[in-house]
């Protein structure tokens, strides 16, 4: 049986891929930002996932507001990555797991989500940068990955309840797979942040550490907020949360704090990260 051994929440700020190729890492403004993954890395190299699952907002890459899919799954052998607008540079397509993913999605389906599934889909900066930052170097990914999106662009928004729901139904699908590989579930986005409007700039840290907080033992208590609550508290794309709750919500039993780190700000953006060790049965079996 497939193993969760964890889940990793990072922000995917477009800016960060600038940064990247011009190797501003060790820079006064970036340096707090960069710092907070190498223990990351070092936790995804003792563990080694085969497989990454990742939760995140599709910017308008695949999905227009003219189509938009509330959860779409990909199902893919392989996923380009292309600039939505952000003209960072794009990196090597990433390998998928087919075989997951249609685990997953049948999963989801027998489970009553009404999800979309994509034989042919683009990844944007959400899934590629929190890539390039967890295994940096580009090119040949060590892990095969299976994109779930979720719409955070066009209201009405999934819950957050709903989100967490979702996120439990993709971590009994993996824990249920028939096949002997390490899976690290990933949520990106957030944390609080607006981009345009008469909040644009919108930042709200003591909402931030308290969902970060919250995440390590008491998720359910995040899906107490409506979508609407989460634009009051976190900015009209801190909904983006929502993504880091699914992910979260695929651990079961016990987790324990690898790493966090939280910077503010990096462009628009509270930047967050959050490191989860899956320490229940299913890593003690697999070990
Ligand atoms: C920014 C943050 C995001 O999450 C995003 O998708 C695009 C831009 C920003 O802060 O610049
Ligand atoms: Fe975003």
């Avoid at 966090?260 to 049965?281: E, F, M, R, W």
Wanted: hydrophobic share 45%; net charge negative; glycine share 8%.
């Amino acid at each position: 049986m497939a193993t969760i051994v964890g889940s990793v929440m990072t922000s995917h700020v477009p800016a960060i891929g600038r940064a990247i190729a011009k190797h501003l890492e060790a820079d006064p403004y970036w340096k707090p930002f960069f710092d907070g993954y190498p223990p990351v890395r070092a936790w995804l190299d003792r563990v080694k996932p085969d497989v990454a699952v990742v939760f995140y907002q599709d910017h308008g890459l695949n999905f227009f507001l003219d189509k938009m899919p509330t959860f779409a799954v990909g199902a893919a052998a392989e996923y380009r990555n292309a600039d939505e607008g952000w003209g960072i540079p794009t990196v090597e397509p990433v390998r998928g797991d087919p075989g997951l993913s249609w685990h997953i999605i049948e999963s989801l389906v027998a489970d009553e989500f009404d999800i979309t599934s994509c034989q042919e889909m683009k990844v944007d900066h959400a899934l590629t940068l929190p890539m390039a930052l967890l295994w940096p170097g580009g090119g040949d990914w060590p892990v095969r990955v299976v994109p779930i999106t979720m719409n955070h662009v066009q209201h009405p928004l999934p819950s957050p309840r709903r989100s967490y729901a979702l996120g439990a139904s993709v971590g009994r699908a993996i824990g249920s797979w028939d096949e002997n590989a390490r899976v690290v579930v990933l949520g990106t986005g957030g944390l609080s942040h607006q981009l345009d409007g008469k909040r644009a700039g919108f930042i709200n840290k003591p909402f931030d550490l308290m969902c970060m907080e919250a995440l390590v033992d008491e998720p359910e208590k995040l899906a107490r907020y409506s979508a609407l609550d989460l634009v009051r508290e976190a900015g009209a794309q801190g909904t983006e949360l929502m993504a880091w709750i699914a992910a979260r919500a695929a651990l079961t039993g016990r987790v324990s704090k690898v790493h966090a780190n939280y910077h503010v700000p990096i462009s628009n953006t509270a930047t967050g990260l959050l490191a989860l060790q899956n320490d229940g049965p299913a890593l003690a079996r697999a070990a």
